[in-house]
């Protein structure tokens, strides 16, 4: 339908304040406040993350730091503590934690194992370091003759700092009875000098961990339970440990790196293939489907009266009719009438969603042109993957300062026992940590959509310049020139809508955190209320982020600020519901499906290369790698297809918008997809003409060209040949 006198007024007044997708000149920058208060925020991160670099030492936790701030296996004669004489000590032959309290370090159910000795918190229980996990359990650990024993054997002392040298060099003899204290009820906690129990230890993230009995055969029972599945999985032989297996795994990786190779170069090719046939594959998917379900539509409602039928025949010649059977048939009957209803409007939908789906079909082929003629851009979702693993890779090595930026507290530990009283030194939270994490945790949201975002917008930036002009061969460079357009004009518009959606998630994150805490809460309302909220947040951000890729879209074509661009292209969707529905929910299962097919084909190729290969133990675990390779290639690439047709959808529906076909308004867009176009027969004749004219048009600017060229060659300029000589005038 072609627009009203108003309507081409308006769309008049749109194309020429349109800057377009190929004019540089007139876009300017978008959203710069927003990338002002976005480069305040990382530079607040710098901030933070010095801070945490000075106040903060990752070492805390990763070998941990016994009761008087000392980490282990480190010099730490930096940090002394006047406070605290235990401090400052050099730990470099003393790697590993041990705690006094087994209750911080064993599972609950199998507490029942150790004396209940009224266990204290971690603040109140003793930590030490050693050279060595205890090498094996000491029970009646109050008689002094058990630590002397260990400590003659292995040359370590488990207990308390300098306390049983100080009391060997004290001449002490330790008799068999001898406790640490005559009160022995006051050495029945973990205050020390000695821990009341001492459990076999291995170290585990260079922690002592007790590992009894129970506990063993509770891991042994997951461990072998886990093997089971991976024996199943990959058709190995179920009498193999851990170690053969990964031994055998190893083996079979190494004698068929060349056919992985392969299989993942094939998988790269295959998914080239599938993206270039996919329309044609979508279409006879599509369109299969829907005439079995047309066909089905007409079969069904006639088998449901046909069931009637004969059953009402057959009561109709029954002697004895009973009640339960006028029920049947009527109930057949219902279900007929139930069967023709929902046919008959099936049916009605499927021939109404003909040319749409059609247009869809239409957009698949077109994308896969593109992306044909843009090879390089299946690749920038490699790039884009490595820049997330370096932006989450940094903000997890600034988080483990922060953790442990905090400031030393020194507590006293009263205790009867000799050597008395005693200072000890922890690292708490400063009153600003707290504050700092949700700082930190937003910065790691909004960074991550920010480089999502600019991806988006960078190759809707390149598939709009392929749309928009008609000789498509005369574009030089469009990825680039999609990344240049961002990086000058429309980096504020990234961060205005990855800030939305980061708000978002911060949100949820919040509300899972609330959830925890109230999970033993016997307030069924407040549980049921925050899984509400939990389930129409993630609905609110699954919306907002179809929208954003839009108004990336939209943006990337007219150069228009974000809130411009969601307006506009908010109108465009809703003039085109129905397509949109189509596209994204067809579309979506098309694409799944093509990314099946890479998977499948590539593990058919394995399965073929190496179900013969002799020198292979289990030929599944190099078909898995090369298979778990494959679903990583076919998201990447697929992933940049998807974005091609939502941007040609959306440059589609605007041509179709401010266009009509008509001389001097003709249409950007293939003749393929002129198809779906009211007075696509006239359109094309109109493109046609155009073209020509376009042709002519240059080459009569070349030949002018060459002309000016050749006459410069002639002809050369006077002015440059005429000497002042000439003119000089000469006396008699």
């Given at each position: ?322 009640a339960s059977d006028k029920e049947n048939v009527t109930t057949l009957m219902y279900y007929a009438i139930i069967a023709t209803v929902v046919c008959a409007i099936v049916a009605l939908i499927i021939l109404f969603l003909r040319s749409r789906v059609g247009l869809m079909i239409a957009l698949f082929k077109e ?311 009211e007075n696509s027969s006239e359109a094309k004749r109109n493109l046609h003409k155009a073209k020509k004219q376009e042709k002519r048009a240059k080459k009569e600017a070349d030949k002018a060209t060459k002309a000016g060229k050749r006459n410069e060659g002639l002809y050369p300029n006077l002015e440059d040949t ?11």
């Amino acid at each position: 339908m072609r627009p009203t006198y108003e309507e081409s007024a308006v769309l008049e007044k749109e194309k020429q304040d349109d800057v377009g997708p190929l004019k540089d000149n007139g876009r300017s920058c978008t959203d710069a406040i927003c990338l002002l208060i976005y480069a305040a925020f990382i530079a607040g991160m710098g901030i933070l993350a010095v801070y945490a670099l000075i106040w903060g030492n990752p070492y805390r936790i990763i070998n941990g730091y016994d009761s008087w701030g000392n980490i282990c296996g480190k010099d730490n004669a930096g940090s002394k503590n006047e406070n605290v004489s235990k401090s400052g000590r050099d730990m470099t032959d003393l790697p590993y934690l041990m705690y006094f309290d087994p209750f911080l370090m064993i599972p609950a159910g199998y507490a029942s194992e150790i004396i209940d000795t009224g266990s204290e918190n971690k603040e109140m229980g003793l930590m030490i370091c050693v050279k060595e996990c205890p090498k094996s359990t000491i029970a009646m650990a109050t008689r002094m003759n058990k630590y002397k024993e260990y400590y003659d054997n292995n040359n370590q002392s488990l207990c308390e700092y300098d306390f049983l040298e100080d009391q060997i060099a004290n001449g002490e003899t330790f008799p068999i009875h001898s406790s640490i204290s005559d009160d022995s009820n006051n050495i029945q906690n973990a205050r020390g000098p000695c821990p009341s129990f001492v459990f076999q230890s291995d170290p585990v993230m260079n922690r002592c961990i007790p590992l009894t009995d129970l506990a063993v055969a509770g891991a042994s029972a997951q461990i072998n339970d886990t093997l089971s599945l991976l024996h199943d999985f990959f058709g190995t032989n179920s009498s193999l440990d851990v170690s053969q297996l990964v031994e055998y795994a190893i083996s079979d990786v190494s004698n068929s790196y060349w056919e992985i190779i392969i299989m993942c170069a094939a998988s790269m090719v295959i998914s080239f293939i599938i993206i270039l046939v996919l329309g044609y594959l979508a279409q006879i998917m599509i369109y299969t489907i829907g005439i079995v379900c047309f066909v089905a539509c007409f079969v069904a409602p006639i088998y449901f009266w046909y069931t009637w039928y004969k059953a009402k025949v057959a009561y109709d010649d029954l002697v004895e009719q009973h009640a339960s059977d006028k029920e049947n048939v009527t109930t057949l009957m219902y279900y007929a009438i139930i069967a023709t209803v929902v046919c008959a409007i099936v049916a009605l939908i499927i021939l109404f969603l003909r040319s749409r789906v059609g247009l869809m079909i239409a957009l698949f082929k077109e994308a896969g042109k593109m992306v044909i003629t843009m090879f390089p851009i299946l690749f920038t979702p490699i790039l884009l993957a490595f820049c997330i693993i370096a932006w989450y890779a940094l903000w997890v090595f600034v988080s483990a300062f922060i953790y442990t930026a905090g400031e030393e507290s020194v507590y006293q530990l009263n205790r009867t026992t000799d050597p008395g009283n005693l200072n000890t030194m922890l690292y708490e939270d400063r009153e600003y940590t707290e504050y700092a994490w949700l700082y930190h945790l937003f910065g790691l949201y909004w960074g991550t959509e920010f480089l999502l975002a600019f991806h988006e917008m960078a190759l809707a930036g390149a598939f709009v310049q392929l749309y928009w002009t008609r000789d498509r061969s005369s574009i030089k460079s469009p990825v680039l020139r999609g990344v240049w357009w961002v990086v000058r004009y429309h980096l504020g518009t990234v961060a205005f809508g990855a800030c939305i959606i980061a708000i978002i998630q911060m949100i949820r994150t919040i509300l899972s955190y609330i959830q925890k805490k109230c999970k033993d809460s016997n307030n069924q309302f407040i549980k049921y209320l925050l899984m509400s909220l939990q389930c129409l947040m993630w609905c609110f951000e699954k919306v907002l982020k179809f929208i954003n890729r839009n108004v990336y879209i939209y943006t990337a074509f007219k150069g228009c600020n974000f809130c411009a661009s969601a307006k506009r292209v908010w109108g465009l969707l809703m003039d085109n519901l129905v397509r949109v529905a189509i596209i994204n929910r067809v579309g979506s299962f098309v694409l799944f499906m093509g990314k099946f097919l890479v998977v499948i084909i590539t593990v058919m190729l394995g399965y073929v290369m190496m179900e013969r290969d002799e020198s292979l133990n289990y030929w599944a675990i190099p078909v898995f790698i090369a298979g778990v390779f494959s679903v990583a290639v076919a998201y990447c690439f697929f992933s940049v297809y998807e974005i091609g047709i939502d941007t040609i959808f959306i440059c589609f529906a605007e041509d179709s918008r401010i266009n009509d076909g008509s001389p001097g308004r003709e249409y950007f867009m293939s003749e393929n997809l002129m198809n779906w176009v009211e007075n696509s027969s006239e359109a094309k004749r109109n493109l046609h003409k155009a073209k020509k004219q376009e042709k002519r048009a240059k080459k009569e600017a070349d030949k002018a060209t060459k002309a000016g060229k050749r006459n410069e060659g002639l002809y050369p300029n006077l002015e440059d040949t005429i000497s002042e000589e000439m003119f000089t005038v000469i006396p008699q």
